[in-house]
C-alpha cells in the first residue's frame, strides 16, 4: 500500500493540522478510486455496447431482405396478398427506423467517450497531486519539519490538486448532458422492437390463411428469428 492509513500523532498544533489534512484527503482518495473504476466499466460497456449496434446494422440488413422476399411474395399472389404486402411494408419501414436509431445512439455516444478520456486523465492526475499532498505531510509530520514554508507547500499542491479536479468535474457534468437523451433513444428502440414483434405474429397469421407453398410462413419464421 502506497499510503499509510493515517500520520503520525503529536501535540503540536501544527501536526495536527497536518492529520487533519491527511485525513481529507485520504477519504478523497478512495473516492477517486472508486469513481476511476465506475470509468473503467463505463468504456467496457461502450465497447459491448458498440459491438451490439453494429450487429444490429447487420441484422437490418438482412431484415430487409426478408421483408422484400414477403413484399414479392405478395405481389405474386395479388388481392389475396394485399394484406401480406402491408405488413411486409411496414415491417421495412420498422427496420429501417431501428438501424437509424442504432447510428444515432453511436453518435450520441462518441463525443461522450472522447469526454471521458478527458476525465479519466484529469483523475489520473488528481490521484498523483493527492498522492503527493499526502505523502508530503506524512513527511512534514514524521520528520518534524511542519513549519511555514512546508505548509506553502501544502496549499500549492492544494491549490493545482483543486484546479485538477475542477476540471475532471466540468468534463463529467458535460457527459451527464451528452448522455440525457440516450434513454428516450432507447425507449424507442424497444418500442419499434415490439412493433416488429406484433407485424410478425399478425403475418404469420395471414400466411397461414393462404394457399402458398409454406414460403410465406418461413419468411415470417425468419422475421422472429
Known sequence: ??????????????????????KRHKETYRQINALYAK????????QE????????????????????????KSAQLGETGLCIGVIADFLGQVSSRISGVCSELTAQMQPVAVGLQSVILDLAAARLQLEMIMLFCHELATGGQSD???????????????????????????????????????EEFQKLTLA??????????????????GSLAQTFNDVRS
Open 49 to 72: 455496447l458498440q459491438s451490439k449496434f453494429d450487429g444490429v446494422a447487420d441484422l437490418t440488413h438482412d431484415f430487409r431482405l426478408v421483408t422484400l422476399n414477403a413484399a414479392i
Open 196 to 213: 416488429i414483434q406484433v407485424a410478425q405474429i399478425n403475418g404469420a397469421v395471414e400466411s397461414s390463411r393462404l394457399r402458398d407453398d
Open 1 to 22: 500500500q502506497l499510503l499509510p492509513e493515517r500520520i503520525a500523532e503529536s501535540a503540536a498544533s501544527d501536526t495536527r493540522g497536518l492529520q487533519s489534512i491527511y
Open 148 to 186: 511555514r514554508a512546508g505548509g506553502r507547500k501544502v496549499d500549492d499542491l492544494q491549490t493545482v490538486f483543486d484546479g485538477t479536479i475542477q476540471s475532471a468535474v466540468r468534463a463529467l457534468h458535460a457527459a451527464e448532458a451528452g448522455l440525457s437523451g440516450f434513454r428516450g433513444r432507447s
Open 39 to 46: 470509468l473503467d466499466e463505463y468504456a467496457r460497456l461502450k
